[in-house]
């Protein structure tokens, strides 16, 4: 593992993240964070996803013509959600009929897109592959963040735990934030992530 | 009439694409940057709902339901294929965003000037695709609604559109925190936009 190698997974963590940087993938980010727990399936879904479709692409650049290579992604993409939605049904249903169609969205989500015309397309299958990892851990650890902090303050637990209940919190006059589950307060939030991030990094700063 | 009526108000306000689905997020933030650019998008987007999500219906009722090939013979009654929906659907999406495009260079150059770049990328908009995911879920009767549904999804996504390019326009004039510049406020303001529109919520329909 060499040192590029290793920025490839590590860059789209902080200089380069998925979301609060590049813009991409919002769409899912917000809809899925009410909870930890289907932020945490969405986010190793959507890592499977752009990886594998990183590595196929990739393995094709050189055959895929360019004037319908958009089509060739979305199909090669539209196969492997089909794929992991066969799989979320099977393993996890509950949490599947949560995403419900966002699952299906993760074919039209920015981030698989963006990656496979900007990287996959360009670069060799190894180098891809570690792209769309650290990329899919970048759009992760945002997912979280947001799952964490909303399903928090808005349900007043962890992982579906009453942590604020067995806490005792309730007994003392606190109420759960209801705005924070809404659709309003993710927007907020990510905004809120965008600014500490530029705040203690100058160079992302826009003019 | 007054079914159809209802379901499109309640595209446009209630359940709109963006503040309450969070539909199109990546090609709202992007192109938001000025009314006129963003007013173009906005009505290709709606053009590419009304043809597409119309289309997938009939795919999703004669092809893709369980039980739906029966009008084929009725020894089909028993297949499902409703897993391939994903895969179908974007590529009806993906095909007639195709033909639109050449249809419009065709028949009105002008038009195709000022949407040209845009067009393409509507296939991959998860507004278009999300709006057949909801049709499909939701269930709707008959055609006519599905049209009320996707002219009113368009609307609303129309007006969300403009709405937030032309606050933009404005902001560029005002002193913001330098870390907050660009997308940073851009995000806080939809969030108030859609607490605005989450006063619509209470409207039974």
Same mark, same amino acid.
């Given at each position: 593992?060499?040192?590029? %190698?290793?920025?490839?997974?590590? %860059?789209p963590f902080s200089k380069n993240n998925p979301i609060t940087v590049q813009i991409l993938g919002i769409c899912s980010a917000l809809a899925v ?16 996803? =752009? ?5 196929? *692409?990739?393995?094709?650049? %050189?055959? *895929?013509?360019?004037?319908?290579? *958009?089509? =060739? ?13 066969? =799989?979320l049904m099977a393993f996890v249903y509950d949490v599947s009929k949560q995403l419900s169609v966002y699952v299906g969205l993760i074919i039209t ?35 979280? #963040?947001?799952?964490? =902090? ?26 759960? %934030? ?9 927007? #907020? ?6 600014? #500490? ?11 | ?5 209802? !379901? ?22 992007? +192109?938001?940057?000025? $009314? ?6 906005? !009505?290709?987007?709606?053009? &590419?709902?009304? $043809?597409?999500?119309? &289309? ?6 004669? +092809? ?9 013979? @009725?020894?089909?009654?028993? $297949? @499902? ?12 999406? /993906? ?35 999300? /709006? ?6 939701? @269930?709707?009767?008959?055609?006519? @609604? ?17 709405? !937030? ?17 660009? &997308? ?22």
């Amino acid at each position: 593992m060499s040192s590029k %190698n290793s920025s490839l997974i590590t %860059n789209p963590f902080s200089k380069n993240n998925p979301i609060t940087v590049q813009i991409l993938g919002i769409c899912s980010a917000l809809a899925v964070t009410a909870q930890l727990k289907p932020a945490v399936v969405m986010a190793i879904s959507v890592t499977v996803v =752009v990886a594998l479709a990183n590595l196929i *692409i990739s393995l094709m650049r %050189n055959t *895929i013509p360019p004037r319908i290579r *958009i089509i =060739v992604q979305l199909v090669v993409v539209s196969a492997l959600v089909v794929l992991v939605n066969q =799989v979320l049904m099977a393993f996890v249903y509950d949490v599947s009929k949560q995403l419900s169609v966002y699952v299906g969205l993760i074919i039209t989500n920015c981030i698989v897109m963006g990656r496979l015309e900007a990287f996959a397309m360009t670069n060799k299958p190894w180098d891809s592959l570690l792209d769309g990892i650290g990329n899919g851990l970048g759009y992760a650890i945002i997912l979280v #963040i947001l799952g964490f =902090v909303r399903e928090l303050f808005g349900s007043g637990s962890i992982w579906g735990y009453p942590i604020c209940e067995k806490l005792g919190l309730y007994n003392i006059g606190y109420e759960n %934030n209801g705005l924070v589950i809404l659709a309003p307060m993710a927007l #907020i939030l990510v905004g809120i992530i965008i600014w #500490i991030q530029r705040s203690s990094d100058k160079t992302l700063q826009e003019k | 009439m007054l079914e159809f009526f209802n !379901i499109f108000v309640k595209s446009i306000f209630i359940d709109n694409m963006i503040f309450a689905f969070f539909l199109g997020m990546c090609s709202f933030l992007a +192109v938001s940057k000025t $009314v006129k650019t963003s007013a173009g998008l906005g !009505i290709a987007v709606t053009f &590419v709902l009304l $043809v597409t999500v119309p &289309v997938n219906y009939l795919l999703n009722k004669y +092809v893709l339901q369980p039980g739906a090939l029966t009008w084929i013979s @009725d020894s089909l009654a028993n $297949v @499902d294929l409703s897993f391939l929906s994903l895969i179908l659907f974007i590529a009806v999406i /993906a095909a007639i965003v195709q033909i639109v495009e050449m249809v419009v260079e065709k028949y009105s150059p002008s038009l195709y000037n000022s949407l040209g770049i845009f067009l393409p990328l509507i296939a991959v908009n998860c507004a278009v695709m999300g /709006a057949s995911l909801f049709m499909q879920q939701r @269930d709707y009767s008959n055609i006519g @609604d599905v049209f009320a549904f996707s002219l009113g999804s368009g609307i609303g996504w129309f007006l969300a559109i403009v709405g !937030i390019a032309a606050i933009r326009e404005k902001l560029r004039y005002s002193h913001i925190p330098a870390p907050l510049k660009g &997308v940073g406020i851009t995000f806080i303001i939809t969030g108030l936009m859609a607490i605005a529109f989450m006063s619509f919520m209470g409207i039974k329909l």
